[in-house]
C-alpha cells in the first residue's frame, strides 16, 4: 500500500510514519529528512536549501520532484511505502498523479493550538531521526534518544517564528490539496490530536495490513 500523509507541520505525520513503516515493513519518505540529511552532510543540494528550510519556506517544486521520483525508484518502495511531508503544494500533487501510481492519502486533523504546542516542544534525536516532545513524549533520560542513545536536538525551524511561517505555508499552498483529493475520492481524515498510539490503531482499522 502506498501512502500520503497529509497534515500541518506537528500534526504527527512523522511519529505515525515511524510506527507505519515499521508495522506494515514499508519505508517511511520524508522530504524534509531528506532536505536536513544533506544540510547536515554540506552537499550542494543542502547548501541550496538550507536557508528555506531555516525559515519555514518551501524548496521549489521542480528540486523536491526529482527527490522524489528519484527515491520512488528505489527497491524498498516495491511494496509500498509512506509520503511524509510531500506533495505540499498542487503542481507537486498534480505531478505526482500522473505517476500513475495508485496511493492512499491520509488527512491529518489537528488544531492550531496543539500543533504550536507539539512543535514548539519537540525534540529530535541526531542520530536516529525519532521525534520526542518534552511535554507530551518526553524520553526516558533527558536528552538523549530512547532507541539509540544518540544527542536530542530541538530543529531550527521549530522556533518560534518559523513555525508561525511554517503554518501560513501550511494554510495558504498545502491545505488545498485537502479539495484536491477530495475530488479524486482518495481522502480519509484522522483525528491526530490523540495519542500517537491511539491514531496508530485508527490507522490500523482503516487500512488493514494485506
Ligand atoms: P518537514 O520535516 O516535513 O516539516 O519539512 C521541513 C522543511 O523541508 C519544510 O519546511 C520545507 O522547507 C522543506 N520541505 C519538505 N518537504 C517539502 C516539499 N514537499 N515541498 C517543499 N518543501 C519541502
Do not use: W
Amino acid at each position: 500500500m502506498n501512502f500520503i500523509f497529509l497534515g500541518p507541520p506537528g500534526a504527527g505525520k512523522g511519529t505515525l510514519a515511524a510506527q507505519v513503516a515499521e508495522e506494515y515493513g514499508i519505508p517511511q519518505i520524508s522530504t524534509g529528512d531528506i532536505f536536513r540529511e544533506n544540510i547536515k552532510n554540506q552537499t550542494e543540494l543542502g547548501k541550496k536549501v538550507k536557508a528555506i528550510l531555516d525559515s519555514g519556506g518551501l524548496v521549489s517544486d521542480e528540486v523536491v520532484l526529482e527527490i522524489v521520483e528519484d527515491r520512488l525508484k528505489k527497491d524498498d518502495c516495491k511494496n509500498g511505502f509512506i509520503l511524509d511531508g510531500f506533495p505540499r503544494t498542487i503542481p507537486q500533487a498534480e505531478a505526482f498523479e500522473k505517476l500513475g501510481i495508485d496511493v492512499k492519502v491520509v488527512n491529518f486533523e489537528v488544531d492550531n493550538d496543539l500543533i504550536i504546542a507539539r512543535l514548539s516542544n519537540r525534540r529530535v534525536c541526531k542520530n536516529c531521526k525519532a521525534n520526542y516532545n518534552v511535554k507530551f513524549m518526553p524520553p526516558k533520560v533527558e536528552g538523549k534518544c530512547d532507541k539509540c542513545g544518540g544527542e536530542l536536538f530541538t530543529r531550527e525551524d521549530d522556533k518560534l517564528e518559523s513555525i508561525t511561517h511554517r503554518l501560513e505555508v501550511y494554510r495558504k499552498e498545502t491545505e488545498p490539496l485537502i479539495e484536491f483529493y477530495k475530488k479524486l475520492g482518495k481522502i480519509t481524515d484522522i483525528d491526530s490530536a490523540r495519542d500517537s498510539s491511539l491514531v496508530l490503531v485508527d490507522f490500523k482499522k482503516l487500512f488493514p495490513k494485506k
